[in-house]
Nanobody, 125 residues
Framework: QVQLVESGGGLVQPGGSLRLSCAASGTLDPYAIGWFRQAPGKEREGISC????????WYADSVKGRFTISRDNAKNTVYLQMNSLKPEDTAVYFC???????????????????WGRGTAVAVSS
């Protein structure tokens, strides 16, 4: 299975922006990529998924209108552009891959078999 590595996390002030990257070890064509986050003491939350095969994208209500998922297939990389960041966005962010057609649920993270190790995002003044 494809291996994923996240990067781009850091400390940002409220209202600021960050772009996270999810670099894959191989082609992304067979996969939908999801972004998830887990805040201290909270359950993992699915926040965005995207697939090129049918131009599918999904966003959780908590990030809709502020976050954008995109991919550069030439670089085997998926991005998560995060704007208007809030303190409640503080979490470790993970990307994961699900085989298209294999059945997956973005919000729950079900069906995602390859997970990165995460990158930490802290939103604080």
């Amino acid at each position: 299975q494809v291996q994923l590595v996240e990067s781009g996390g850091g400390l940002v002030q409220p209202g600021g922006s960050l772009r996270l990257s999810c670099a894959a070890s191989g082609t992304l064509d067979p996969y939908a990529i999801g972004w998830f986050r887990q805040a201290p003491g909270k359950e993992r939350e699915g926040i965005s998924c995207g697939s090129d095969s049918n131009s599918f994208t999904w966003y959780a209500d908590s990030v809709k209108g502020r976050f954008t998922i995109s991919r550069d297939n030439a670089k085997n990389t998926v991005y998560l552009q995060m704007n208007s960041l809030k303190p409640e966005d503080t979490a470790v962010y993970f990307c994961a891959a699900a085989v298209i057609g294999g059945g997956y649920v973005c919000s729950a993270g079900r069906g995602f078999g390859s997970w990165g190790r995460g990158t930490a995002v802290a939103v604080s003044s």
